[in-house]
């Protein structure tokens, strides 16, 4: 038992180094690319995912995140946010960094088929039988980088609603 459990440890950590050194290193042969499409669903799925559009070969020229509006029974309106990493302490932030990449990735069009339930969930998070939601709307805030010697003054925020859905009574359970 002892030979086995030391063995299977030792297999879940060859397969994560050889996977995470095939999905992040910048080369493109046919072994590695066939590597990445085995593991990644796998990756995806865990969060270990690298994507190297921060660096090269256009940085993010915004600065973005998201929040929900929930919309109770009662006409009151709750904000829902996601964790911002620039304001988190350093542990937290190691912890949810995977929040970063989420919504880093949420807010694009083509990930379109997750929002429905993400508001499921956000509804799900603020539910009080007492007053439940109604409306869920994700919005997406952004504010252009430009460079320090560009502008003097702060760069304005915009926001956009880029989801809204309809909470049913059985999203609530």
């Known amino acids: 038992m ?6 299977a440890i030792n297999v879940f950590l060859v397969f994560h ?8 290193v910048p080369l493109n042969s046919a072994l590695i ?3 990445r499409g085995a593991i990644r669903p796998y990756m995806l799925w865990s969060g270990l995912f690298q994507a190297w559009d921060m660096f090269s070969p256009t940085p993010r020229s915004v600065n973005a995140h998201v929040e929900a509006a929930v919309i109770l029974k009662g006409g009151r309106i709750s904000t829902w946010k996601f964790p911002r990493m620039e304001q988190l302490g350093f542990a937290a932030r190691t912890y949810k960094e995977r929040y970063r ?15 429905p ?8 998070a603020n539910n009080n039988p007492a007053d439940p939601p109604q409306v869920v709307m994700l919005i997406r805030y952004w ?6 010697a560009a502008t003097s003054s702060q ?4 926001a956009r609603i880029f989801f809204e859905y309809n909470v049913k009574p059985e999203d609530l359970k």
């Open 2 to 7: 002892r030979r086995a459990k030391s063995i």
């Open 17 to 24: 180094l050889v996977a995470i050194t095939c999905w992040c």
């Open 33 to 35: 690319l066939s590597v």
């Open 101 to 115: 990449k989420f919504v880093e990735n949420l807010q694009e069009d083509s990930h379109a088929l997750i929002w």
């Open 117 to 124: 339930d993400v508001a499921r969930r956000i509804a799900r």
């Open 143 to 148: 504010s252009d980088i430009v460079p320090a």
């Open 155 to 158: 760069v304005p925020e915009h």
